[in-house]
């Protein structure tokens, strides 16, 4: 196996001359071939990718539905609203509609369930407050940067008063790139640093 590193060193020439003379069972003529095909495939897709993440808005992922209560209402009202609309996390606003915290599944695992927090607990005392939050104006890549930088799964959409128009959702996002970009997704080897030598199946 041959690491994406080690073939970036390579110069890039195309397949002609003696190099298209080459045996396809040598590993020159592999090298020069694979060469190809990651110039053509992963870094021209990659690119339009990351051009259109930079140039389309969070609005174009269609941000899901949400379910939105006050930080007095009980952990059981959080699960039960997650349970019937079959939603990651609950938006927890104040009294003017305004984001102040999310409850998310991981908020339940390690913030009620592994420390034994009854389910009658108010949300105020287990939700993460001031989460991260997106415009649905802003680039697609700056939003989905942060939730990777945070690790969050969920990120809810809000207007210019902080009130919550929708939640983008990791899924949202790989499936927007997934439908645009299906070649982008679907040439990626398992291991992106790795490239086989030998050709697999028949």
């Known amino acids: 196996m041959t690491s994406l590193r080690n073939l970036r060193s390579l110069p890039f020439v195309p397949l002609m001359g003696r190099a298209a003379n080459l045996s396809i069972g040598t590993t020159t003529a592999r090298v020069f071939r694979w060469r190809f095909?990651?110039?053509n495939i992963l870094i021209e897709h990659r690119m339009e990718l990351a051009r259109n993440?930079?140039?389309?808005?969070v609005g174009r992922l269609r941000p899901g539905p949400f379910a939105r209560l006050p930080p007095t209402a009980t952990v059981a009202q959080a699960i039960d609203q997650m349970r019937g609309r079959r939603l990651g996390c609950v938006?927890?606003?104040?009294?003017?509609?305004?984001?102040?915290?999310?409850?998310?599944?991981r908020d339940l695992l390690r913030?009620?369930?592994?420390?034994?927090?009854?389910?009658?607990?108010?949300?105020a005392?287990?939700?993460t407050p001031n989460p991260q939050t997106a415009r649905n104006s802003?680039?697609?890549?700056?939003?989905?940067?942060?939730?990777?930088?945070?690790?969050?799964?969920?990120?809810p959409v809000v207007d210019e008063s902080n009130r919550p128009?929708?939640?983008?959702?990791a899924r949202g996002a790989v499936h927007y790139i997934v439908e645009h970009f299906p070649s982008t997704v679907y040439c990626l080897p398992p291991d992106p640093e790795v490239v086989p030598l030998h050709r697999e199946g028949a």
Do not use: D
Not at 53 to 57: F, G, P, Q
Not at 138 to 155: C, K, L
Not at 165 to 169: A, D, H, N, R
């Open 111 to 123: 913030r009620v369930l592994a420390t034994g927090t009854p389910l009658a607990a108010p949300l």
């Open 138 to 155: 802003e680039p697609i890549g700056q939003a989905v940067r942060r939730m990777q930088a945070g690790g969050y799964r969920h990120m």
């Open 37 to 39: 095909l990651l110039v």
């Open 53 to 57: 993440l930079k140039i389309e808005s």
């Open 165 to 169: 128009v929708g939640v983008l959702s």
């Open 91 to 105: 938006l927890v606003c104040n009294g003017h509609g305004q984001l102040i915290g999310i409850f998310s599944e």
């Open 125 to 127: 005392s287990c939700m």
